[in-house]
């Protein structure tokens, strides 16, 4: 059976867009660290690597885990350069992202679909 050519777009534009993302979430984070130019860079590249694990449609659970949580802690980071190095917004802020992340893209639904091939 052939594939559709939107579902290959889809792959590809998720693909570009995560990869895009966390490059830039990485080198914002290094060449500037606690910045206003750092928080601005990381906040974009943890927008775009969000955006493109929707689109990426992975197979791989722990992927997407990986890249949302990744995702989630340059929304973090972006709260804590924000809040004059808050820790306990920062934290809060990452977990919830995260938390909101995983239910919107349905992660959740992908847990329970492979929790009965887990025993």
Not at 86 to 91: D, K
Request: charged share 15%.
């Amino acid at each position: 059976m052939k594939k559709s050519n939107f579902k290959n777009f889809t792959t590809i534009f998720g693909l570009a867009a995560a990869i895009i993302g966390l490059l830039l979430e990485v080198i914002a984070f290094i060449i500037d660290f606690d910045s206003q130019t750092s928080a601005d860079g990381v906040i974009a590249g943890a927008t775009l690597l969000a955006i493109g694990v929707a689109f990426l449609q992975s197979k791989s659970l722990v992927t997407e885990l990986i890249l949302l949580t990744i995702s989630s802690l340059g929304f973090g980071y972006f709260v804590f350069v924000q809040t004059s190095q808050n820790w306990l917004w920062a934290i809060l802020t990452t977990i919830l992202i995260d938390l909101l992340l995983i239910y919107f893209l349905e992660v959740r639904s992908k847990i329970r679909q492979n929790h009965s091939k887990w025993f």
